[in-house]
């Protein structure tokens, strides 16, 4: 079971906003229901789900939801400052079909039955780029089986990172993995510049789009 305890120091102004729009966004993570009829209920709806991990200020989970209304996103974000940003845009923006998940994704995950959630993306998660620490990154093999073990056949797992060597190491658990196709020629998917895929940019670095489709 994942550990990772990250919170982060909040603003009065961004406590308010947790408060005051928490409980209007928020999933029940209480793991005594399967998590398909939590899911379900906080929703309202059934349609195809997609899981947006790490969502950091919500400026790509803000413009998926806007340009997919017929589909919901679920964004699953540990740090509670990130979680705030993004329900003040998701708020301001008007948007109905963007839930919020303050949960390590892996927990989260780990809970949910086959077809509960029918894409997963995970834009620029943190790079861990010393060798030492390069087991902390969140998508590695562990993590590529449980989502394959979730998506239905058509489901997408996207990663995106601006770090050569860890789009060749989720290429590569994504092969060995051997459920998901990838398609080396697949164009960019349509998505803002997020925060850090800027920070990535100006460092002067290559972004990798990792786009991988569940047989
Ligand atoms: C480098 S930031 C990227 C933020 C944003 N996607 C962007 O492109 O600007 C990575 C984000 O992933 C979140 N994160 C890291 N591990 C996570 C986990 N296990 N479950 C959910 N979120 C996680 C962090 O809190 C952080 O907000």
């Known amino acids: 079971m994942a550990t990772t305890k990250v919170r982060g120091r909040m603003s009065a102004a961004k406590v308010r906003v947790l408060a005051e729009l928490g409980p209007r966004y928020a999933v029940d993570l209480d793991p005594g229901r399967p998590l398909g009829e939590r899911l379900g209920e906080a929703f309202g709806r059934s349609a195809d789900r997609m899981l947006d991990v790490g969502i950091?200020?919500?400026?790509?989970?803000?413009?998926?939801?806007?340009?997919?209304?017929?589909?919901?996103?679920?964004?699953?974000?540990l740090h509670r400052p990130s979680a705030a940003a993004t329900l003040l845009a998701v708020e301001e923006a008007g948007l109905t079909n963007v839930r919020l998940a303050e949960a390590d994704v892996r927990s989260l995950l780990a809970e949910a039955a086959p077809g509960d959630v029918h894409d997963v993306r995970i834009l620029f998660p943190d790079p861990w780029p010393k060798?030492?620490?390069?087991?902390?990154?969140?998508?590695?093999?562990?993590?590529?089986?449980?989502?394959?073990?979730?998506?239905?056949?058509?489901?997408?797992?996207?990663?995106?990172?601006?770090?050569?060597?860890?789009?060749?190491?989720?290429?590569?658990?994504?092969?060995?993995?051997?459920?998901?196709?990838?398609?080396p020629t697949a164009e960019r998917p349509d998505r803002p510049v997020t925060t850090y895929e800027a920070l990535g940019r100006a460092a002067g670095r290559t972004i990798h789009d990792v786009c991988a489709t569940r047989r």
């Open 131 to 183: 060798r030492r620490h390069h087991h902390r990154r969140l998508v590695d093999p562990v993590l590529v089986a449980t989502v394959a073990g979730v998506l239905p056949p058509g489901g997408t797992l996207h990663v995106a990172t601006d770090w050569e060597g860890y789009a060749a190491q989720v290429v590569a658990a994504v092969e060995a993995d051997g459920r998901f196709a990838i398609d």
């Open 56 to 77: 950091g200020n919500g400026e790509a989970t803000v413009a998926w939801a806007a340009a997919h209304p017929d589909r919901d996103v679920l964004a699953v974000e």
